[in-house]
């Protein structure tokens, strides 16, 4: 039946336009209502991934490490290279953090946007108030970040401003759609600011808390929250933990530690070591977002997690 009443307009359109002029149309009205092409977007590591998801959610973000790679030591594999070849953006952490593999991915990429320099090449810690920065480095401090604590994607008092930063630069890049970045980029901030003042209010119990840490990765996160990382499995930065090492920490004291953390990439046995010799509790928590995960959730899993696992509080507020 349906059909019946279907063939007559169908009649009707063919014989007022010529079906070349019909196909003309079709490329006229998907190109005025699409973008030339979803923009390329190249991150170093995931949580980059969900931020640009956050303000660019049609590109096509590919991610060059995972949750349980390191991102400090990453193998300049050809697919990353041709990865990096085909982006109109690449975001990365900075502050040297993926020095050991980002300059070559730019270099035989030969690809011009996403040099130093460039719009096409955002480093997020050129937005953040760093931490743990030196005016001297020596070979005598370890495998040391010189530029700072880059591990930023939990510096989460300065996620607004990188959010502003990227913003700007998705316009620069792609101007075309730039009132799309911007109201999304208003949005994020705003969802942003909202959740720093439920964090904030939820966390108030972790206070004062010692923690052992393993490698400066909650650095941010632990002086937002007034959590102290007063010991560290690592010798020295970039250094693996060793037993003479592991025995000093434990010269601390039960009373000086509450807490024992490492990250989901890390081998969780010099944790184990430790709370043998002090009996604290330990406690994994992530690098980074996992598959879909946003930004928000990964906030969200770190500090329910040290609330847990601390026994301050078992539910975060409903969002
Ligand atoms: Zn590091």
């Known amino acids: 039946m349906l059909s019946k009443w279907l063939k007559p307009a169908t009649h009707n359109q063919q014989s007022r336009f010529a079906p070349k002029t019909l196909a003309l149309l079709a490329i006229f009205a998907a190109s005025y209502a699409l973008p030339s092409h979803a923009l390329n977007v190249f991150v170093c590591e995931p949580e980059w991934g969900a931020l640009v998801r956050a303000h660019a959610p049609h590109a096509n973000i590919y991610a060059a490490t995972t949750s349980r790679q390191d991102p400090h ?25 993926e020095i050991g593999w980002l300059p070559m991915l730019q270099a035989r990429s030969n690809n011009a946007k996403v040099q130093d320099g460039q719009s096409g090449m955002f480093y997020a810690s050129e937005y953040v108030a760093m931490l743990d920065t030196h005016d001297h480095v020596d070979r005598s401090m370890g495998d040391i970040h010189a530029h700072g604590n880059p591990h930023v994607q939990f510096a989460v008092k300065d996620m607004p ?16 759609n730039a009132r799309q970045y911007q109201a999304n980029g208003i949005r994020f901030r ?15 119990p972790l206070q004062g808390l010692n923690v052992v840490g393993y490698h400066g990765t909650y650095r941010y996160l632990f002086d937002w929250l007034g959590i102290a990382q ?49 009996d604290k509790p330990v406690l994994e928590l992530p690098l980074t977002v996992e598959g879909d995960q946003s930004l928000t959730e990964m906030i969200d899993i770190v500090i329910g997690d040290l609330l847990k696992q601390t026994g301050k509080q078992t539910h975060l507020p409903v969002q």
């Open 73 to 97: 030591y990453v193998q300049a594999r050809p697919s990353l290279i041709s990865q990096m070849r085909r982006a109109d953006l690449a975001v990365c952490s900075g502050a040297e953090l």
């Open 161 to 176: 401003r990188i959010s502003t930063a990227l913003t700007a630069r998705l316009v620069d890049i792609d101007p075309d």
């Open 190 to 204: 705003g969802h942003w600011h909202r959740q720093i003042t439920q964090w904030e209010e939820v966390a108030e």
């Open 230 to 278: 007063v010991g560290d499995l690592e010798p020295k930065p970039g250094l693996s933990p060793t037993n003479a090492h592991i025995h000093s920490l434990a010269q601390l004291g039960a009373d000086a530690v509450d807490l024992i953390v490492y990250s989901s990439h890390q081998d969780s046995r010099p944790a184990s070591w430790l709370q043998q010799r002090i």
